[in-house]
C-alpha cells in the first residue's frame, strides 16, 4: 500500500475502517501496519507516545480476519498512559512509578480489546494528570500537530497529538477538570466529558467525584459509538449513571430542533479575560444555531464572583491526584522525596498532606453546592454554549511544572487558559468540546456546549447537527 493512502486510510472514521477489514478491502495487519509507521515517521517529533507495542499489536491484527464479529475489529486506538494495560508500563508519566508493569486491565482497556480493537501503544500526559499541558520531566514535551511550539493540551495531551496527527484515528482519554475537552479543543478533535459515572473507573476505584474516561474523534458519530462500548455498570461501582433508553449512536443521529440555548463567555474565574476570538467563535456558534432553529440567548450563570472558588477546587481535585502518588509510593515501597517529583507534583503532595480529611470533605460539600446551583440554572434550558479555552493553545514553557521557585504558579496560571471546563467535572453533567472554527493562523478554535444531566444523547444530538451544518472532519494539520 502507498504511504500517502495508508496514511489517508487513518483520517477515516473508525466505523468506516471496521467495515474495510470486514469486506476484506484491507486487513486489520495492513491497518495496523500503517499506524506503526505514522507513529515511527512522526512520533520522534511530536512525542505522543510514552511506549508503542509494535510486535503486540501486529500479532493480534494477524489474529483478525473479515469475518470477526466485534464491531471495530483491527481498527488501531491508543491508550492514556494512566490507566492500566495488563502487560505494559503504567507510568502516569511520573519517574516515581518507574517502570511498573499492570498485572490487568483497567475496565476501558478491556472493553477496547472485547470491541476489537488493536491497541498499539499507550500516550503521554502530564506528571500525574495535573495541568492542561504535556510537558514533563520524564518524557519531554508533547506537541501540537497544528504548531510544534504549542501545547496539545493535556492532561489527554499525547492522545490528541496522536489523533490529530493521523497516527491513529481514536485515541482513550480522561477528564477531571477538562483533560478531554482542553486537548480536543487545542488539536481540533472532538472531546466528550460524559455524565458522571457512565464509564466505570473499575476495578480499581468504585467512584470519583470529579474524573470521567472518555476518548478522543473526529466525529460525533465516532463519539457517540465509542460510548456505546464503553458505557455501562461494572460490579462493584459505588455509584453509576443511568442506562440510557438507546444506544448513543442513535441518539446522535436525531436531528433536534426548536430549542432553547443559553450562552456566556463570562469567565467561571473573577475578573479574568478571555480572548476576543473565543467570545467571537462563542457568538458564531449562537448564530448557527439560530440558523437552525434554535433559539439562544445571552445568560451568565452563577459563576465569576467567588475568588475562593479555585481553592475549594483544588482541595478537592488535589487528594484525587495524590492518590496516584499514594499507589506510586506503594510500588516503590517507601514515602516520596522531592527528588522523586516535579516541582509541581511535590507542592500538590504536600498541599494534600496539610489538608485533613474534615477540610476535604468540607470543600467537597462546597463544591456540591457550587454544582447545583450551575445545573439549576442550566436546567431552564435545554442546552448551555462557552468558549472551549480561554486562550489560543499555549506556547510550550508557559505552564512549568518544573519551576522551583513558585512551584503553584503553573496550576494557578493555568486555570486562566482552562476556566470553562472545570464547573462541569463539579457538576458531573456532559459536556462537549466542538473544533467548530479555527483561528487565522490556522489553529483548532473550539466551542463547548453542556447538556443535561444524563443527557449525553440529547448532547450529541445537538453537536452532529452542528457538525453536518459546519463541517470540520476534512481539516488536517500540515506535517
Not at 27 to 51: C, G, M
Not at 344 to 365: P, R
Not at 395 to 418: H, W
Not at 453 to 464: D, Q, S
Amino acid at each position: 500500500m502507498p504511504d500517502t493512502a495508508a496514511a489517508d486510510l487513518l483520517f477515516r472514521p473508525v466505523d468506516e475502517l471496521a467495515g474495510l477489514v470486514r469486506s476484506g478491502d484491507v486487513s486489520a495487519r495492513e491497518l495496523v501496519q500503517a499506524s506503526l509507521d505514522r507513529i515511527d515517521q512522526l512520533n520522534p517529533t511530536i512525542n505522543a507516545f510514552v511506549d508503542v507495542f509494535h510486535e503486540d499489536a501486529l500479532a493480534a491484527a494477524d489474529g483478525i480476519g473479515p469475518d470477526d464479529p466485534r464491531p471495530f475489529a483491527g481498527v488501531p486506538i491508543a491508550i492514556k498512559n494512566n490507566r492500566a494495560i495488563e502487560g505494559r508500563r503504567l507510568t502516569f508519566a511520573a519517574e516515581f512509578m518507574g517502570d511498573f508493569v499492570a498485572p490487568y486491565d483497567h475496565n476501558v482497556t478491556r472493553r477496547i480489546k472485547e470491541a476489537g480493537f488493536v491497541i498499539v501503544g499507550s500516550t503521554t500526559l502530564p506528571e500525574y494528570g495535573i495541568l492542561p499541558t504535556t510537558e514533563t520531566r520524564r518524557f519531554g514535551p508533547t506537541r501540537n500537530p497544528w504548531d510544534q511550539s504549542r501545547t496539545p493540551g493535556g492532561s489527554s495531551g499525547g492522545s490528541a497529538a496522536a489523533v490529530a496527527s493521523g497516527m491513529v484515528p481514536v485515541a482513550h482519554a480522561n477528564d477531571g477538570g477538562g483533560s478531554t475537552r482542553i486537548p480536543a479543543a487545542c488539536c481540533g478533535l472532538v472531546g466528550l466529558k460524559p455524565q458522571r459515572g457512565r464509564i466505570s473507573l473499575a476495578p480499581e476505584v468504585g467512584h470519583l467525584f470529579l474524573v470521567q474516561d472518555g476518548v478522543l474523534t473526529r466525529t460525533v458519530g465516532e463519539t457517540a459509538a465509542l460510548l456505546d462500548i464503553l458505557a455501562g455498570y461494572e460490579v462493584g461501582d459505588m455509584a453509576w449513571a443511568p442506562p440510557n433508553g438507546e444506544p448513543f449512536a442513535d441518539a446522535a443521529r436525531r436531528e433536534p430542533s426548536g430549542l432553547r440555548i443559553a450562552m456566556s463567555t463570562k469567565s467561571p474565574i473573577p475578573g479574568a479575560p478571555v480572548d476576543p476570538v473565543a467570545v467571537q467563535a462563542v457568538q458564531d456558534a449562537a448564530a448557527l444555531l439560530e440558523s437552525l432553529g434554535h433559539e439562544v440567548v445571552e445568560a451568565d450563570p452563577p459563576w465569576g464572583d467567588d475568588p475562593a472558588l479555585l481553592e475549594t477546587f483544588t482541595a478537592s481535585f488535589g487528594p484525587a491526584v495524590c492518590a496516584q502518588m499514594k499507589l506510586a509510593g506503594l510500588i516503590a515501597g517507601r514515602e516520596p522525596t522531592a527528588q522523586d517529583m516535579e516541582p509541581l507534583s511535590w507542592a500538590i503532595w504536600n498541599v494534600c498532606k496539610s489538608i485533613d480529611s474534615t477540610t476535604a470533605l468540607l470543600a467537597e460539600m462546597q463544591l456540591h453546592g457550587v454544582g447545583r446551583a450551575l445545573v439549576t440554572f442550566i436546567a431552564q434550558y435545554d442546552a448551555f454554549l462557552t468558549p472551549a479555552l480561554a486562550e489560543a493553545p499555549l506556547t510550550l514553557g508557559t505552564l512549568d511544572p518544573l519551576d522551583e521557585t513558585d512551584p503553584l504558579g503553573a496550576f494557578q496560571r493555568s486555570g486562566l487558559f482552562t476556566p470553562f471546563t472545570a464547573p462541569f467535572n463539579i457538576t458531573g453533567q456532559p459536556a462537549i468540546s466542538l473544533p467548530l472554527y479555527q483561528r487565522d493562523d490556522g489553529l483548532p478554535l473550539g466551542v463547548q456546549i453542556v447538556g443535561q444531566p444524563a443527557g449525553e444523547g440529547a448532547l450529541l444530538g445537538l453537536a452532529a447537527q452542528l457538525e453536518q451544518a459546519h463541517p470540520w472532519a476534512e481539516r488536517r494539520p500540515t506535517l
